[in-house]
């Protein structure tokens, strides 16, 4: 009793305490399984079928001992351990993806700023044309000058020194025309070059003509005796006929304003009534080919 200061002293009843001496020999014991856990020695009836199983949840049932931390973890989030060797392939894979994608897309940008330039290049083109509507300029041989063909040895070569007047005239009315160096001229008798040379940069107004002096040399040419034979009979009939060809780049200019550079490619037909100083132009015909754009 309570009052008698005696202590109430728990039941002896021991059917429902486990101890670890009935546990410590009964390992994996499902509750789903009929197996039966050993009766405890101090009890005549065992276990009930309430009060069976497993070893497992009895210890999980446990409170731990002080100080320890059960952490339980969801059997779908436990991951095998890759090999190391799969490892260090996945870092190498790790490191290589941002460099791929960051050489992706600084060619994806240069390749859209490129399509920027390359479009406004064009429409920039576009306005040009279509404002200042340019031409092509124009041009004619106007005297021609023949030295160092000599005809009368049959074996010894030619040195030709040839110069030519050629007039330049820019139809355009609000550009001017600049030509610069790179500028090529070269003269031939059927097919064969017997000089070449360039004429001197200049830069020419809106609706205007130059007239430019261009010497074409040839050094140690050797003609073959038909050709000879056919320049003597050309000069006899005062018609002797050559081929002259032009590279021309010059850059159109709009007030202080200089564009790109352009060539124009020029092929003219003359003949002359004899092959030395001064000679008369009988006739000429210069094609000025279209301009190409650089």
């Keep these: 009793m309570a009052g008698d200061g005696s202590t109430q002293r728990p039941p002896k009843n021991t ?3 486990i101890t670890d001496k009935n546990i410590r020999k009964t390992r994996h014991l499902s509750i789903d399984t009929n197996d039966s856990v ?6 005549s009836g065992g276990f009930t079928n309430a009060s069976r199983f497993s070893v497992h949840s009895q210890r999980l049932t446990r409170p731990p001992p002080p100080g320890t931390y059960l952490v339980q973890i969801p059997k779908e989030q436990i991951y095998r351990v890759p090999p190391p060797e799969n490892a260090r392939r996945y870092e190498d ?25 390359v479009t406004l290049a064009v429409v920039l083109v576009g306005i040009f044309f279509l404002v200042f509507r340019p031409h092509k300029p124009m041009f004619s041989v106007s005297e021609v000058s023949i030295a160092g063909i000599n005809l009368t040895s049959s074996t010894s ?10 007039r330049s005239k820019n139809v355009n009315e609000k550009l001017g025309l600049v030509y610069g ?3 090529a001229a070269e003269i031939l008798y059927d ?14 107004p809106a609706e205007n003509v130059t007239v430019t002096v261009t010497t074409l040399r040839g050094s140690t040419i050797q003609l073959s005796s038909s050709m000879r034979e056919d320049l003597k009979e050309s000069e006899k009939k005062g018609k002797v006929p050559f081929d002259l060809r032009i590279k021309a780049p010059f850059k159109f200019k709009v007030s202080a304003v200089t564009m790109w550079r352009m060539v124009v490619t020029v092929e003219c037909k003359l003949t002359v009534d004899k092959l030395t100083s001064p000679a008369t132009v009988i006739t000429e015909n210069c094609v000025t080919e279209d301009i190409i754009l650089l």
């Design 15 to 17: 059917d429902a305490l």
């Design 38 to 43: 050993p009766r405890s020695p101090r009890s």
């Design 93 to 117: 894979f790790s490191r290589r993806k941002p460099n791929r994608s960051a050489c992706r897309r600084c060619c994806c940008y240069s390749l859209a700023a490129l399509l920027v330039l």
């Design 157 to 166: 070569p030619v040195s030709p020194l040839i110069t030519i007047k050629l």
């Design 181 to 183: 160096g790179g500028n």
């Design 191 to 204: 097919g064969i070059k017997l000089g070449n040379g360039e004429f001197t940069p200049f830069n020419q």
